[in-house]
């Protein structure tokens, strides 16, 4: 068992070699030297550094035969002198240091041409090296020189010729011999193998040198090849270039391969590729000429035999040099470099050749078939061209041939196809698939994955700046493909998430497209994953660049999905297969998204998912403007942008769209998106209208199972299968949402009645425990509206029913009191129910008057609930209703008026409002021109019925008792009251005078005294004011002139009668003044007296008459003021205390039996 070892272990040949040795059974041991990790493997142990240099120190001792197919490239080592390093300098050492580690046996693979006098760099290094490993001691040394290297291939080649000559001739020495070297690559790797264990085993000797070198010109260090002489040999320079041109003219491929390799002295590569590129026919075969071309570029021409071949030079051989010169001068030779080659494009002269001569082939023939066969060869040499050939060629082949080969309207030239750019390069690629052919849908998916995403590999250099190549062409090693779906990472699609790749175009034209070929959308949703599931024809994977950077896909990702979003809302269609594809849109977003599944459309309303009330609002969106296809793929749109909030709201406008379907009003995506954001509720209610008259057929009636399904549709339109909130009374957030619930129910009501389902209508809305069964924080307004509105909605049927009518008061009372607060004892809020167990429910008014600041302003509405609850029959000692008849119910509803006025009263002067009060009083208890009468004494005063409630105030008892209470009113402030306010306090006590039982005059007349005396003590002191100013006005100041005209002045005093004269004042006021008892008493003085006197003797007169009649009163009243004179000015609290005076003189009398002046006898009274 032989121990080998191996460098260059990783290249072409090297890689080949080490799986050779791998299989072999006579290896057991391989060392092998690498910069990086290998695969684990039992027989091969690595020895890995990084710097070559350190291999030769680590060379193991043991190995009997060394392998070196070492060597690189002047562009990947950056220059000759780089590369020699390697190639030369490396090499040896380690040559030299498996010597000295006891190795026998050393087998270098060189390169043909491989010569020391050789005047081109590379051929001159290897030759170098050739001796230098020579000159070390081992037993054998075996070099290889292969001319071009070329990988496994499966298809045939025009160099299939050459080989088939080389394996005949190998052939004719032995079949064994023909079968090891006949696969390329790893053909000259078994050969090398061969070779050395041959060497180890003593069979070098049984090996041919000859054969040897007809073995792909492998050829051991003893063999030269002698290759005779030819009369080109003796050509000129021009003759020579004129005969290449000759050949070249002629197609005759075979005798350039055996003449240019010759004349490398007058035919350089770049003459013979120019020659070529311009005088070889174009609608030759590449087969025939790439690997000749190949060899010509890379200056390795394969040492063959071409004995067989003879190259004619009678074509130029006779032409003298001179003009052979001249006409050398004349040649137009196209330029290797094609017209427009973008500057970072690679100096290689195959690749140069190859793209100028695809240019050529297609605009010269228009055989665009020949391309590939051309350019493939080569790809390995550059990624430029390959990116050229996948982004140029590939799409433009597969369109023109294999995909639309029929189609003469999408020839186009290679040229004209490569200057696409952005927009219109995407339409010219889906032009076919998009014209609404037959099978669009499935070829949408396969032209974008075969047509777009080649295209989309780039090669310019704007896309190369895009696709993160920098400018040397180099990139970061491919990294590896996940399979499956790749997922879509969710982030929203920001501003800088525009990439301004090409790709985003196609999101533009899928949106666009959307608009009226949403079919066509949806298949290419479903079946393409994104930018990174295209076709490139596996052209990529030998490629060190990747396709897209992880960071750009990641963006372009997220678009992709946007464009799906985007495409729901710009589809124009209303029919139930444009909602189908749409849901499966959704479907394919939540596999891409990794989301939860959308349900089944079918599936009911009940089940189907709910979406959080903040997705329900386009916050962003201020117009119409923003569902316009060019606005959808706009960063950060609140529709589209990938999240969990949009998606939960296009399942809603899908879902909304399945259910307007379903009730015979199709409705497009787009069109369901304007109705939930932008339509006003007036739009929505008409939509409604609209499909609840399409549901109503004439002639047929619909059973109530069907109303309820649609219904529970119709409901779900509304609000989403989402709750109400407090901050959204009567909104609800769903396509309809804008309509007023009550709105909503009262349309359903209408539908019902004219389908005739009572029974339906009076089941989901007249249940009975509906009213009371209402939470505190369900009494809002508008919740009570709905059932007004619903309640109205049956007025029609019900015009006579007295109980129709009580519940439609009490909901509308109920409905007005919503709109206050009111809290009930120990906190409790007020409910509905509150008002039916209530035994006095206008109590509630009080305490709506107490809690709500102000509120008795609003007295109509608060009287307006007072009738209403009235109107429902709740009586004061039970809390149901009961029926009352037409007059019982006017006289009660005046009644509560007067007791909520009262009310409202007592409330205003709590607060400090005495005018509102005032007011009340005068307008509504006392209308003006009218005084009350005062109640039949001969009956008991319903005051002391024990029998009523104690809240119980009868008429003239809210009468007389509201203006006692404002008349004695004294405000909560300091300030003393203006006589104005006086006087009203004092009409105001005069009129509780009038109107009061007898038990309440005492307390009413000792308020009224307070209220006279406060009068008269402001008119004085008035008038002190007034007499002080007028002294002030007479008297001059001492020591001074008069300061008014006509004065008297005695010895410079004014005379003391003037000074002293008193002012005539009333008797009264002059007792009063002055202290003295003899002046006479005024009526007022003598009232007060005799107030007096009658409350000292009222205890024994309880069974006496106490008051007079009403005659009585008005004569006295009559007479009070016919007494005053025409032309004085009556006030009237003179008036109001005459008459009090002249009754209190009356009833003095009928107690002493005095007759009365008119000589009339009092009345008999029933006391």
Not at 539 to 566: G, H, I, W
Not at 717 to 734: F, R, T, V
Not at 1051 to 1062: A, D, F, T, V
Request: include cysteine; charge should be negative.
């Amino acid at each position: 068992m032989a121990a080998v070892a191996l460098v260059g272990a990783t290249g072409l040949v090297g890689s080949h070699i080490l799986s050779t040795l791998k299989r072999s059974s006579a290896v057991d041991k391989i060392w092998t030297f690498t910069r990086k990790e290998t695969p684990a493997d039992p027989k091969v142990i690595p020895i890995i550094a990084k710097d070559g240099t350190e291999w030769t120190q680590q060379y193991p001792v043991g190995s009997e035969i060394f392998f070196s197919a070492l060597g690189t490239t002047r562009a990947a080592a950056g220059g000759f002198e780089n590369q020699k390093k390697i190639d030369y300098d490396l090499n040896l050492e380690l040559a030299k240091a498996a010597r000295a580690a006891g190795s026998k046996i050393y087998v270098l693979i060189s390169s043909s041409g491989a010569s020391t006098s050789s005047r081109f760099g590379y051929p001159k290094m290897k030759g170098e090296l050739e001796e230098a490993v020579k000159a070390i001691d081992f037993d054998h040394v075996v070099i290889l020189r292969p001319g071009l290297i070329v990988g496994s291939r499966s298809e045939s080649r025009a160099a299939e010729f050459v080989l088939r000559k080389i394996a005949g001739a190998a052939g004719a020495v032995s079949n064994k011999l023909k079968d090891f070297w006949a696969q390329d690559d790893e053909v000259i790797a078994r050969a090398a193998v061969s070779a050395g264990l041959a060497c180890l085993n003593g069979q070098e000797k049984d090996r041919d040198p000859r054969t040897l070198r007809c073995l792909l010109t492998l050829t051991l260090i003893q063999t030269d090849k002698d290759t005779g002489s030819m009369d080109y040999k003796d050509l000129t320079q021009a003759q020579c270039v004129l005969l290449a041109v000759h050949l070249a003219s002629e197609s005759n491929i075979r005798a350039l391969h055996s003449f240019t390799p010759n004349r490398t002295d007058a035919l350089d590569a770049e003459l013979v590729l120019r020659i070529l590129l311009t005088y070889l026919p174009e609608a030759v075969d590449p087969r025939e000429y790439v690997d000749y071309v190949a060899e010509v570029a890379s200056r390795l021409y394969l040492d063959v035999d071409r004995e067989d071949v003879e190259v004619n030079t009678s074509p130029v051989k006779d032409i003298p040099d001179d003009i052979a010169q001249k006409r050398v001068r004349k040649l137009h030779l196209q330029h290797l470099q094609p017209p427009a080659f973008p500057p970072y494009a690679p100096k290689d002269l195959a690749v140069r050749f190859v793209c100028h001569r695809a240019y050529r082939i297609d605009s010269e023939t228009g055989l665009l078939h020949l391309v590939p066969s051309l350019v493939e060869p080569f790809l390995d040499r550059h990624d430029y061209l390959r990116t050229w050939y996948v982004a140029v060629c590939l799409p433009l082949l597969r369109m023109q041939i294999d995909y639309y080969p029929e189609d003469e309207a999408l020839a186009m030239s290679l040229r004209d196809f490569e200057n696409l750019t952005g927009r219109e390069g995407v339409d010219v690629l889906l032009r076919k698939s998009s014209q609404g052919q037959k099978d669009s849908s499935s070829d949408i998916c396969r032209d974008i994955k075969g047509l777009v995403g080649p295209w989309m590999y780039g090669h310019t250099d704007r896309k190369r700046r895009k696709l993160g190549h920098n400018e040397n062409g180099e990139s970061d090693p491919m990294e590896s493909a996940t399979e499956g779906v790749r997922k879509i990472s969710l982030g929203g699609v920001k501003p800088e998430d525009k990439t301004g790749h090409d790709w985003e175009y196609v999101y533009s034209w899928m949106v666009l497209h959307a608009a009226d070929q949403f079919d066509l959308i949806s298949a290419l949703v479903d079946g393409w994953d994104g930018p990174g599931d295209v076709d490139l024809g596996g052209f990529d994977r030998a490629s060190n660049r990747t396709y897209l950077p992880e960071d750009v896909q990641t963006k372009l990702e997220l678009q992709y999905a946007q464009a799906a979003f985007a495409g729901c809302y710009a589809a124009k269609a209303d029919t139930p297969e444009t909602v189908e594809q749409a849901h499966a849109v959704l479907a394919r977003l939540a596999e891409l998204l990794d989301f939860i599944p959308p349900p089944d459309l079918a599936t009911s309303v009940e089940s189907l998912p709910k979406i959080e009330r903040h997705a329900i609002l386009l916050d962003q969106s201020q117009s119409v403007a923003d569902l316009l296809p060019e606005a959808l793929l706009r960063p950060e749109h609140p529709l589209t942008t990938p999240k969990m909030a949009t998606y939960m709201l296009l399942q809603m406008m899908v879902y909304s769209a399945y259910q307007f379907a379903g009730l015979g009003y199709p409705f497009s995506l787009v069109n369901v998106a304007k109705l939930h954001f932008y339509a006003t509720s007036e739009e929505q209610l008409d939509v409604l209208q609209k499909i609840l008259r399409g549901l109503v057929k004439p002639g047929e009636r619909r059973d109530d199972t069907q109303w309820l399904a649609d219904r529970a549709k119709l409901l779900w339109l509304w609000n989403w299968g989402i709750e109400q909130e407090p901050d959204h009374p009567g909104e609800g957030p769903g396509t309809l949402g804008k309509i007023r619930k009550e709105e909503f129910e009262q349309e359903m009501l209408k539908v019902f009645a004219r389908n005739g389902s009572y029974q339906l209508a009076a089941r989901l809305y007249l249940t009975s425990d509906i009213y009371e069964s209402l939470s505190g924080e369900q009494v809002e307004h508008a919740v009570l509206a709905i059932a007004m509105e619903s309640l109205l909605a049956f007025e029609p049927y019900f015009k006579q029913s007295v109980r129709y009518r009580q519940a439609k008061a009490l909901v509308a009372a109920t409905h007005a009191l919503s709109y206050y607060s009111l809290t009930l004892q120990h906190g409790v809020p007020f409910q509905p129910v509150s008002i039916r167990v209530s035994k006095d429910p206008l109590s509630l008014i009080s305490k709506v008057l107490e809690q709500n600041p102000r509120s008795f302003d609003k007295l109509e509405d608060l009287i307006g609930i007072a009738r209403n609850l009235v109107s429902a029959g709740l009586s004061e000692s039970e809390g149901v209703s009961h029926e009352l008849n037409a007059d019982q119910l006017v006289v009660d509803q005046k009644n509560a008026e007067r007791r909520v006025t009262f009310m409202a009263i007592q409330q205003a002067l709590e607060e400090d409002d005495f005018e509102t009060a005032y007011s009340y009083i005068v307008n509504r208890l006392t209308p003006s021109g009218e005084v009350p009468e005062k109640p039949n004494n001969r009956k008991e005063h319903k005051r002391n019925k024990s029998t009523r409630s104690q809240n119980t105030i009868d008429y003239d008892d809210i009468s007389w008792r509201a203006a006692f209470l404002a008349g004695r009113y004294r405000p909560q402030t300091s300030t003393p009251p203006t006589l104005r306010r006086l006087e009203q306090r004092t009409e105001l006590l005069s009129l509780a005078l009038l109107l009061a039982p007898t038990s309440a005059l005492t307390e009413i007349l000792a308020a009224w005294r307070r209220c006279e005396e406060e009068t008269t003590s402001l008119q004085a002191a008035q008038q002190q004011e007034e007499a002080e100013f007028d002294d002030r006005a007479d008297k001059r100041l001492s020591g001074g002139s008069s300061a008014l005209p006509g004065n008297f002045i005695v010895s410079g005093e004014q005379p003391e009668l003037i000074l002293n004269q008193k002012r005539r004042e009333m008797g009264r006021m002059g007792a009063a003044r002055n202290g003295k008892d003899d002046t006479p008493l005024s009526m007022f003085d003598l009232t007060r007296s005799a107030a007096r006197a009658f409350s000292n003797t009222a205890a024994s007169l309880q069974t006496a008459p106490q008051q007079r009649s009403s005659d009585e009163f008005n004569r006295s009243m009559e007479e009070s003021t016919s007494s005053l004179g025409s032309d004085e000015r009556v006030r009237k609290r003179d008036m109001v205390a005459n008459a009090v005076t002249g009754g209190l003189a009356s009833g003095i009398g009928w107690v002493l039996g005095a007759t009365p002046a008119n000589g009339q006898q009092p009345h008999a009274q029933d006391r």
